[in-house]
């Protein structure tokens, strides 16, 4: 494996954040209770999945905020055993988030439940967007919107929390937008342009890309971003029909981590983000 992708590997488990591993599976709930958002475990098909949630009245459209793949390596070869992210990226950009109706945060499989339920390493590695993987997320959006009295979501996925969006938005009739930040959206680029190996457990996006040929979308990449670079999110936007309402947003000096989350409150009232529905109050 090239230097590249064993540094691009350590960056996409989460090494390069400026905290420690230790004491991951609090942080995400310490940061919610803080800010006064409910979480809660809710069991989806094969996972059990944690979620948070904003401590608001409901309303005709959910705006949920998918997490990355967190800890997934803790060195080029040796895979971590509890994928929780060092830092919930995705959670604070959902504390922030712009709009005033209801907004959820939903970790991916394994992250802050560990030892949990059906956890495989290879669901954070290899299958990390395996059929049921896309399946259980599909039934906490089902809890998720339910709870919250909605008709309609709005995805909005980090890294590969993205590709898990869009996953989600392919297959559902009720995604009225989607957002992504430094979206892996491409898995076979993805792997090809870093020397990595094929996530052969794994959907990949980009295959059914074709069917979000009407729906809203911005996708925000880091100009300095060596993980998923810009040409993830062309080429996602690339297999959709011509003409499609897909937005590819460039933030000069953004990498893959830093600093979305200080950077959000400007970013997501971009104008772009107007053509989400329900985005902006």
Same mark, same amino acid.
């Given at each position: 494996?090239?230097?590249?992708?064993?540094?691009?590997?350590?960056?996409?488990?989460?090494?390069?954040?400026?905290?420690?591993?230790?004491?991951?599976?609090?942080?995400?709930?310490?940061?919610?209770?803080?800010?006064?958002?409910?979480?809660?475990?809710?069991?989806?098909?094969?996972?059990?999945?944690?979620?948070?949630?904003?401590?608001?009245?409901?309303?005709?459209?959910?705006?949920?905020?998918?997490?990355?793949?967190?800890?997934?390596?803790? @060195?080029?070869?040796?895979?971590?055993?509890?994928?929780?992210? @060092?830092?919930?990226?995705?959670?604070?950009?959902?504390?922030?988030?712009?709009?005033?109706?209801?907004?959820?945060?939903?970790?991916?499989?394994?992250?802050?439940?560990?030892?949990?339920?059906?956890?495989?390493?290879?669901?954070?590695?290899?299958?990390?967007?395996?059929?049921?993987?896309?399946?259980?997320?599909?039934? &906490?959006?089902?809890?998720?919107?339910?709870?919250?009295?909605?008709?309609?979501?709005?995805?909005?996925?980090?890294?590969?929390?993205?590709?898990?969006?869009?996953?989600?938005?392919?297959?559902?009739?009720?995604?009225?937008?989607?957002?992504?930040?430094?979206?892996?959206?491409?898995?076979?680029?993805?792997?090809?342009?870093? %020397?990595?190996?094929?996530? &052969?457990?794994?959907?990949?996006?980009?295959?059914?890309?074709?069917?979000?040929?009407?729906?809203?979308?911005?996708?925000?990449?880091?100009?300095?971003?060596?993980?998923?670079?810009?040409?993830?999110?062309?080429?996602?936007?690339?297999?959709?029909?011509?003409?499609?309402?897909?937005?590819?947003?460039?933030?000069?000096?953004?990498?893959?981590?830093?600093?979305?989350?200080?950077?959000?409150? %400007?970013?997501?009232?971009?104008?772009?983000?107007?053509?989400?529905?329900?985005?902006?109050?």
């Amino acid at each position: 494996m090239r230097a590249r992708a064993v540094l691009a590997l350590l960056m996409a488990g989460g090494l390069a954040a400026c905290s420690g591993i230790h004491g991951r599976q609090e942080r995400g709930p310490t940061l919610a209770h803080a800010g006064g958002w409910r979480w809660a475990t809710l069991p989806a098909g094969t996972f059990d999945l944690a979620t948070a949630v904003k401590p608001e009245a409901g309303g005709p459209l959910l705006t949920v905020y998918i997490e990355g793949d967190g800890l997934a390596y803790l @060195t080029a070869r040796e895979p971590s055993q509890d994928p929780t992210p @060092t830092d919930p990226l995705a959670l604070r950009l959902a504390m922030a988030h712009p709009g005033t109706g209801p907004v959820a945060y939903l970790a991916r499989p394994c992250q802050y439940v560990m030892p949990g339920r059906n956890c495989q390493v290879g669901y954070w590695t290899t299958a990390r967007l395996a059929p049921e993987v896309v399946d259980s997320a599909g039934i &906490a959006l089902d809890r998720l919107k339910a709870d919250a009295h909605a008709q309609r979501l709005v995805l909005v996925g980090y890294s590969g929390g993205g590709g898990l969006a869009a996953m989600l938005a392919e297959r559902r009739a009720d995604v009225a937008g989607l957002v992504t930040v430094s979206g892996n959206l491409d898995f076979g680029l993805w792997t090809q342009t870093l %020397d990595l190996t094929p996530l &052969a457990q794994s959907l990949d996006p980009v295959t059914d890309a074709a069917r979000l040929g009407a729906l809203p979308q911005v996708h925000f990449v880091g100009a300095d971003d060596k993980v998923v670079d810009g040409a993830i999110a062309r080429s996602f936007v690339g297999h959709q029909p011509p003409g499609a309402p897909a937005s590819i947003v460039t933030v000069p000096g953004q990498d893959h981590r830093c600093c979305w989350a200080g950077a959000w409150p %400007d970013l997501s009232r971009r104008a772009e983000l107007k053509a989400i529905p329900g985005w902006l109050p």
